[in-house]
T-cell receptor, first 107, second 113 residues
């Protein structure tokens, strides 16, 4: 299957700081999604982004499909941004998830 | 505009009991997937179903686990004779097309005591 590596594994931020999360994948993919799992365990779909750049408020994502990586940017972080961020890719119906980046935003 | 509904949110079972997890997909979605998240790990694919058909159950343990998606009603993931190692969060997703447009539910957290 497709291997997905996320970095860094852990990130501690002061409120207001900016950060970049990275997702590398081992093969070309048709689909790439970013998810946020909040401290209550809910999994929220942030972006569907197989290529290009998208923005949603303080979050934006860029996928460079030819180089097999995607970046998630968090700007002006808030405590509600805390949680685990997952990248997931697929070519067929099976999503392959990375191990996630655990983000802790301190007030 | 309901998304994927999973219930219960939390389920506690004693070893040897049965666990039934329910998933109602987004209205109009005919593709349902189940994923398992073990503690401090990413999600792993278990099974992919369409109405009345199991398409791929390669990620599901061969024994004690079964899944269905009947013509009417929610998809059910059934775990018989649960063991402590089954404790995990189980997520259901649905999509309007195969492999595209996933929406995930909030998950069911199973604890086996």
């Amino acid at each position: 299957g497709i291997q997905v590596e996320q970095s860094p594994p852990d990130l501690i931020l002061q409120e207001g700081a900016n950060s970049t999360l990275r997702c590398n994948f081992s093969d070309s993919v048709n689909n790439l999604q970013w998810f946020h799992q909040n401290p209550w365990g809910q999994l929220i779909n942030l972006f569907y982004i197989p290529s290009g750049t998208k923005q949603n408020g303080r979050l934006s994502a860029t996928t460079v499909a030819t180089e097999r990586y995607s970046l998630l940017y968090i700007s002006s972080s808030q405590t509600t941004d805390s949680g685990v961020y997952f990248c997931a890719v697929n070519n067929d119906y099976k999503l392959s998830f990375g191990a996630g980046t655990t983000v802790t935003v301190r007030a | 505009n309901a998304g994927v509904m999973q219930n219960p949110r939390h389920l506690v079972r004693r070893r040897g009991q049965e666990a039934r997890l329910r998933c109602s997909p987004v209205k109009g979605h005919s593709h349902v997937y189940w994923y398992r998240q073990l503690p401090e790990e990413g999600l792993k694919f278990m099974v992919y179903l369409q109405k009345e058909n199991i398409i791929d159950e390669s990620g599901m343990p061969k024994e004690r686990f079964s899944a269905e998606f009947p013509k009417e009603g929610p998809s059910i993931l059934r775990i018989q004779q649960v063991v402590r190692g089954d404790s995990a969060a189980y997520f259901c997703a649905s999509s309007p097309q195969e492999g595209n447009g996933y929406t995930f539910g909030s998950g069911t957290r199973l604890t086996v005591v």
